[in-house]
């Protein structure tokens, strides 16, 4: 269906059905037959409710619809997870993760934490289902939400990820506003949608900021601790159940990292599941948490309350924690190997060891001592019909046209961008018309007639694809995680790129082109200055799709600034100036036809030299532009074959960039059940009659031990015995 359609399209073109032209006719009858199709059927995220027949795990009653604004209680429980790396050759095994469990509850903060490299984000990565495939990465344990098996839909979740990524042109007030069309297609009135930004822009302090742009490296925006809440905030209109956040303090000064905390804090009182990882925090934001787990080398030294409970639980073995001592510190410091010398190494890895083995023979599936409460319903900031129910299959065309308001206004408001845009268009353009100022007709201008052509191509080409492959990369790293939400489509989103960028994107070459052709004095006819114009446009639009092949192909900025511009330099070396095209070798002659230089070389040329007359003196000289045209090997073709072929080749990269970023979704790694000897006895919440501790027994360390508690020195592995939590008796 797709060839016949492709060699249709060859057909209305006047290209035959034949060759590389009905490949190319093909892939855009495909891409516009996948852009125009319709919505389909939706595609939800795997932390979606897909309808109101799906049931939220935990409830006792099943089958009970989500209601929108409404938070749902959700207790995260997770026994023996274990995660290991091995290397290429599968010869050597790293653990992350070894054996650890723990609990999370609605309700309450939760805070992950440990020194570097203790596998925090590791463990939240695998909490929230967000770990990245890997074929070196194993994955095992147990992990149950409500007490039922996690299933694809059990609940919705938000995940805050260290890095802030926006559109850095709107506003706060417009990223929320766009996110709320977006992901709630129920919010129909402008009103119900106003009324409910206002409010989330109130709950997390954004309010002072609201209309100030978001910012980026180039333009001044909103702070760090701003834009943590702003993440927040994006996150939070789909009214999640769990909000999981990645070292949500990192980059802020002390002051925003407390208030990014008493957001976090406030959302678990509202009876959200918050977990977050931390590294090292104050005092004040240590004060915050509810409940603590505690990693160190992927093993888990402590797990349960924050308060007053670790420090209670580490001076059992004669570690105090120093009045006027930041607990978070003295936590760090405990449980950190030092490396100043090979006695502190030995001396810190024994005491590491001995904890974490005394800490594993108490793990059990449920290791706090705060009873669990479920609330069975908690306070909603949104006001709606218990009857709507949260549905993300919105309209395609609503969806275009959300996403072309948002390019246009990104792309329109870009002022430094634009800015310097202009001015290095205007600025080559009087540099290659200085230097080929004001042609004659003679047989030298023949030359360096085609040379300037060429140029001309080149540094469009070249413009056009330095600044895709530049931006594209980080946007695409937005639009990842907004289609795992599910707020829209691919095609969408593609199309309305396309149509927004094409106002500012005409501009440069039109610039270049107004400068460069009266100083040149180019064939001087306005008929002839149009048709300048719009080939090098096209070819501009051409670059600008590759740039998004390449950064859709490469997962950095820096490796598409690499790719792009040698992809590129192929494409100059044979764009028809350099070796002619019935000179190139018979496995390089493809090249040639999907240049996109070639193309806007052969169109400029045929645009220049029709019609025109050069002076002659000797039999042998060129006398006509048709003459000149012949010994290019660009006789016979016409203007309007080149400008089909770019626009061909548009589409050929815009299918191939649909294609890649539908491939290259993110896939997350699958947890395995753990293996028979790697689960754990339960924690016995009693004593047992063999091991029956007196009321007030006390674990005494040596007297010295005590001593020099703050050297954080460890006691002989003897003296560590295991015990019971006191919670837990």
Known sequence: MVVFGGKRVAQLAGLGGNGVGQILAAVAAALLFRLFSGPGPAVLPENEVEDDRDEIAGDSEGGEAPIAGKVFPVTIQWSNITCSLSDKSSKSVRFLLKNVSGEAKPGRLLAIMGPSGSGKTTLLNVLAGQLMASPRLHLSGLLEVNGKARSKKAYKFAYVRQEDLFFSQLTVRETLSLAAELQLPELSSVEDRDEYVNNLLYKLGLVSCADSNVGDAKVRGI??????????????????????????????????????????????????????????????????????????????VYAGPARDDPLAYFSRFGYHCPDHVNPAEFLADL??????????????????????????????????ATPLTRRESFKSTRKFSEKAVVKKKGVWWRQFWLLLRRAWMQASRDGPTNKVRSRMSIASAIIFGSVFW????????????????????????????????GVFPKERAIVDRERAKGSYALGPYLLSKLLAEIPVGAAFPLMFGAVLYPMARLHPTLFKFGQFCGIVTVESFAASAMGLTVGAMVPTPEAAMAVGPSLMTVFIVFGGYYVNAENTPIIFRWIPRISLIRWAFQGLCINEFSGLEFDHQQPFDIQTGEQALERLSFGGSRIRDTVMAQSRILLFWYFTTYRL????????????????????????????????????????????????TQKLESPPLDQIQPFILEGAK
């Open 223 to 300: 702070s760090g601790g701003e834009k943590k809440r702003l993440s927040l905030a994006c996150e939070l209109i789909a009214s999640p159940s769990v909000i999981f956040a990645d070292e949500p303090t990192t980059g802020l000064d002390a002051f925003q990292a407390e208030k990014v905390m008493e957001t976090l804090r406030l959302l678990a009182q509202d009876g959200h599941t918050v977990i977050c990882s931390i590294h090292q925090p104050r005092s004040s934001v240590y004060g915050k948490f509810d409940d603590i787990v505690l990693l160190t080398e992927g093993a888990l």
């Open 335 to 368: 449980i950190s190997i030092d490396y100043s010398s090979a006695d502190s190494v030995y001396s810190s890895q024994k005491r590491i060891d001995g904890l974490v083995e005394s800490f594993s023979q108490q793990t059990s599936a449920v290791l706090y």
């Open 661 to 708: 970023l539908e491939r290259n979704k993110p896939k997350y790694q699958q947890l395995e059940p753990p293996s028979p000897d790697q689960v754990q006895p339960p924690l016995q919440l009693e004593p047992s009659d063999t091991d029956q501790a007196k009321p007030n027994q006390q674990l005494e360390p040596p007297l010295a031990q005590v001593e020099s």
């Open 438 to 469: 004001r042609m004659g007709r003679s047989q030298t201008s023949i030359q360096d007639r085609m040379g300037l052509l060429q140029v001309a191509a080149i540094n469009t080409a070249m413009a056009a694809l330095t600044k895709t492959v």
